[in-house]
């Protein structure tokens, strides 16, 4: 797109003019430092074909290429992130570890039960698969049960060993179950779910894929999410993601992504909370 005799492949008239391909050198600048305007970009201005929905989020060729082995967690300083549901919809935990400039990402889901044939139907993807394949869990009844995921994650903790750093979260309807895991230990950090909280690490985690800097264990419940995320972005052209315009399920991501918005200030020598520093590390 940046070797200008292309262009008049697909502007027959617009790139025989000076001010035509004046236009195209600007739209082409504006959508290489704004990767939300790039599809727009390639596609009205290129024609090209591209893989991503309106205002979505991830190309997903980049994520498929950060696919790779993750390895030993209790190796790296992990970040926990939560994204609970209110009642029925999908509640998933983020991790995110940080080593040697990298950032090996994973997730793990929970649906209620009585609901799971329901949401299969709705959302088309195999949510029955992907338990026995270990990447959620069912709770029994009709609302997500908490203590499963408090369980889950203070064993994941444990059984591996990891050092976890800090666990975000939103006090909206996670603050019984952030309290309950302070009590274990675990460092929790209020994340509020604003676009002023979330614009930089939804920004730098997307540039981190790009960059090959990511690195995931091929979770398909993780990959379906973010082939759902789109973005919402202000005047000043912030970003977060969308779970009121995204057409399914985009929570795993939004875990993930809220264990980044802590995991990304790692290698700076210190945790940086939104107004102070706060800082913990806990082994278990």
């Given at each position: 797109?940046?070797?200008e005799?292309?262009?008049i492949?697909a502007n027959p008239i617009?790139?025989t003019y000076?001010?035509?391909m004046e ?7 504006v959508a ?6 790039m599809?727009?970009?390639l596609?009205k ?5 591209v893989d991503?929905?309106?205002n ?11 696919h790779?082995e993750?390895p030993?967690l209790k190796?790296?300083?992990?970040y926990l992130?939560l994204?609970?549901s ?6 998933s935990?983020?991790w995110?570890g940080v080593l040697?400039g990298f950032y ?10 009585e609901k799971?044939?329901e ?6 993807v195999?949510?029955?698969l992907?338990?026995d ?5 069912f709770?029994p009844?009709?609302a997500?049960d908490?203590?499963?995921v ?5 064993e ?8 976890v750093?800090?666990?975000?979260y939103d006090?909206w309807n ?17 994340l509020p779910?604003?676009?002023q909280?979330?614009s930089?690490?939804t920004?730098?985690f997307?540039?981190k ?19 759902n995320?789109?973005?919402k ?5 912030n970003?977060?993601l969308d779970?009121?315009k995204s057409p ?5 991501a939004a875990a993930?992504?809220n264990a ?5 200030y ?7 909370d939104l107004?102070e520093?706060?800082?913990?590390n806990?082994s278990f």
């Amino acid at each position: 797109i940046k070797d200008e005799s292309n262009w008049i492949k697909a502007n027959p008239i617009v790139a025989t003019y000076p001010e035509g391909m004046e236009s195209l050198r600007a739209a082409l600048k504006v959508a290489l430092d704004v990767p939300e305007k790039m599809r727009s970009f390639l596609t009205k201005n290129m024609n090209g074909w591209v893989d991503q929905k309106d205002n979505g989020y991830m190309k997903m060729s980049k994520w498929r290429a950060c696919h790779g082995e993750i390895p030993d967690l209790k190796e790296m300083a992990i970040y926990l992130g939560l994204d609970l549901s209110m009642t029925t919809d999908l509640t998933s935990v983020g991790w995110v570890g940080v080593l040697d400039g990298f950032y090996y990402v994973g997730q793990h889901s929970f649906i209620p039960e009585e609901k799971a044939k329901e949401k299969m139907a709705t959302d088309k993807v195999p949510y029955d698969l992907w338990r026995d394949q270990g990447w959620m869990t069912f709770t029994p009844g009709e609302a997500v049960d908490y203590q499963f995921v408090e369980r889950w994650i203070v064993e994941f903790a444990q059984v591996n060993k990891l050092r976890v750093i800090e666990a975000a979260y939103d006090k909206w309807n996670a603050l019984h179950l952030a309290q309950r895991l302070e009590s274990k230990g675990f460092n929790m950090v209020e994340l509020p779910q604003r676009i002023q909280h979330l614009s930089l690490p939804t920004k730098d985690f997307r540039q981190k894929v790009y960059e090959g800097k990511v690195v995931h264990g091929n979770d398909p419940l993780l990959t379906f999410a973010y082939n759902n995320a789109i973005i919402k972005q202000d005047a000043q052209e912030n970003i977060m993601l969308d779970k009121a315009k995204s057409p399914q399920r985009i929570d795993p991501a939004a875990a993930v992504m809220n264990a980044f918005a802590r995991a990304m200030y790692h290698d700076m020598g210190a945790n940086v909370d939104l107004n102070e520093h706060f800082s913990g590390n806990f082994s278990f």
